[in-house]
């Protein structure tokens, strides 16, 4: 019986010391990342974006280093020239308690081949709001969330978020990095997808109906037109013809966003 006891103890222990909580891999990635950019104090990031939203020209972001309350110093936006969604490091440790306040830790799974944490988020509207430009989409409300963060160099991997619209829909949004590279220091996803499901089931088919045969009636008037007007219609129009007509027939909107080039410690211009 004493055998028996001290070896569920032992067992107990070894259990308890290995348990993770979602503040310890939280406080882990934040202070990997900061430390990453010990010799870092400003970065500029030029991007593309691909699918339903697509950039006329590539977007260039800047940041410098600032440091937060905790002692913790991160790369903060400073000027960008488009409104992206945004997963900056920044926007984690600014929302810190939030998230951490509603986060329960469920273990890991395997993204990519990656093993990754996996930290439920009940109630992740503030953090999504801050992520998606400060605002909430007048559509949709984030209601709760999961962060999967790689267990080996704690990067982000992907995030969940459930969507409620107007109250009787629900659909959701998956944004995964991928494609990490090193620079100076810093591992960067140089690529992000982002897919929004669930769109069309708000929709009756009757409304389904009705916007296809808007896209024939555009495509229609495109077809007759003539000369410059033509021209216009089919850089302009025809691209978001096709991305409409691709977001009914999977029944949601992706994105991508792809990093084409990365530098650090330049002149941020006035």
């Given at each position: 019986?004493?055998?028996?006891?001290?070896?569920?103890?032992?067992?107990?222990?070894?259990?308890?010391?290995?348990?993770?909580?979602?503040?310890?891999?939280?406080?882990?990635?934040?202070?990997?990342?900061?430390?990453?950019?010990?010799?870092?104090?400003?970065?500029?990031?030029?991007?593309?974006?691909?699918?339903?939203?697509?950039?006329?020209?590539?977007?260039?972001?800047?940041?410098?280093?600032?440091?937060?309350?905790?002692?913790?110093?991160?790369?903060?936006?400073?000027?960008?020239?488009?409104?992206?969604?945004?997963?900056?490091?920044?926007?984690?440790?600014?929302?810190?308690?939030?998230?951490?306040?509603?986060?329960?830790?469920?273990?890991?799974?395997?993204?990519?081949?990656?093993?990754?944490?996996?930290?439920?988020?009940?109630?992740?509207?503030?953090?999504?709001?801050?992520?998606?430009?400060?605002?909430?989409?007048?559509?949709?409300?984030?209601?709760?969330?999961?962060?999967?963060?790689?267990?080996?160099?704690?990067?982000?991997?992907?995030?969940?978020?459930?969507?409620?619209?107007?109250?009787?829909?629900?659909?959701?949004?998956?944004?995964?990095?991928?494609?990490?590279?090193?620079?100076?220091g810093i591992q960067m996803p140089f690529l992000t997808e982002m897919k929004i499901e669930g769109i069309s089931e708000q929709f009756s088919?009757?409304?389904?109906?009705?916007?296809?045969?808007?896209?024939?009636?555009?495509?229609?008037?495109?077809?007759?037109?003539?000369?410059?007007?033509?021209?216009?219609?089919?850089?302009?129009?025809?691209?978001?013809?096709?991305?409409?007509?691709?977001?009914?027939?999977?029944?949601?909107?992706?994105?991508?966003?792809?990093?084409?080039?990365?530098e650090t410690n330049i002149d941020i211009p006035d």
């Amino acid at each position: 019986m004493t055998t028996l006891l001290t070896a569920v103890l032992i067992l107990f222990s070894a259990v308890t010391i290995h348990a993770q909580s979602a503040a310890d891999i939280l406080d882990r990635m934040i202070s990997e990342y900061s430390n990453s950019i010990s010799g870092i104090e400003t970065m500029m990031v030029i991007t593309k974006m691909e699918g339903l939203i697509e950039s006329d020209e590539p977007d260039t972001t800047y940041y410098r280093k600032v440091t937060m309350d905790d002692g913790t110093e991160t790369m903060q936006e400073v000027s960008s020239s488009a409104d992206s969604p945004s997963a900056d490091y920044y926007n984690f440790q600014r929302n810190y308690d939030i998230i951490v306040e509603n986060a329960t830790y469920e273990g890991t799974e395997t993204i990519d081949g990656r093993t990754a944490h996996v930290l439920f988020i009940e109630d992740v509207s503030a953090f999504y709001g801050d992520m998606m430009g400060g605002t909430q989409p007048e559509e949709g409300e984030a209601q709760s969330g999961r962060l999967y963060i790689d267990s080996s160099d704690y990067v982000l991997l992907r995030m969940s978020f459930e969507l409620q619209f107007d109250q009787e829909f629900s659909g959701s949004v998956d944004i995964n990095m991928k494609d990490y590279q090193n620079v100076n220091g810093i591992q960067m996803p140089f690529l992000t997808e982002m897919k929004i499901e669930g769109i069309s089931e708000q929709f009756s088919a009757e409304d389904l109906a009705e916007a296809r045969q808007g896209l024939r009636q555009l495509q229609e008037q495109m077809d007759n037109a003539s000369g410059m007007q033509r021209r216009i219609m089919e850089r302009t129009i025809r691209p978001q013809i096709e991305r409409f007509e691709k977001m009914l027939e999977e029944d949601g909107m992706a994105m991508r966003m792809i990093t084409l080039e990365v530098e650090t410690n330049i002149d941020i211009p006035d």
